[in-house]
């Protein structure tokens, strides 16, 4: 069992930086898979990242390559979403996710979810 708690999200202009964060509990955190996805106003949940068990490896949505870095703390049992150069298009919902071994882009695949901090940036 694994509960997730996402926070850091807030209201900022284009081009801003924020750093969101998924606090994670349970021992066996560090055996996840993690991702975050993202869900705005009427349209369905989407990937944006994901990141392996160990850190190793990781997934970017085309949408955010080389704006957004995942990464994650196993020892503090801490994922982390830094996320520069910030758009209106990435308005939305963020939540944090955990898969089994592997990681996905397909929500389904997620066991575990936060209850999604609100990022919002304006024009």
């Known amino acids: 069992q694994v509960r997730l708690v996402e926070s850091g999200g807030g209201l900022v202009r284009a081009g801003d930086s924020l750093r969101l964060s998924c606090t994670a509990s349970?021992?066996?955190?560090?055996?996840?898979?993690m991702g975050w996805f993202r869900q705005a106003p009427g349209k369905e949940r989407e990937f944006v990242a994901a990141?392996?068990?160990?850190?190793?490896?990781?997934s970017y949505a085309d949408s955010v390559k080389g704006r957004f870095t995942l990464s994650r703390d196993n020892a503090k049992n801490m994922v982390y979403l830094q996320m520069n150069m910030l758009k209106p298009e990435d308005t939305a919902v963020y939540y944090c996710?955990?898969?089994?071994?592997?990681?996905?882009?397909?929500?389904?695949?997620?066991?575990?979810w936060g209850q999604g901090t609100q990022v919002t940036v304006s024009s």
């Open positions: 996710a955990a898969s089994g071994r592997y990681y996905y882009t397909d929500p389904q695949q997620y066991h575990y």
């Open positions: 349970g021992r066996t955190f560090s055996s996840y898979a």
């Open positions: 990141i392996s068990w160990s850190g190793g490896s990781t």
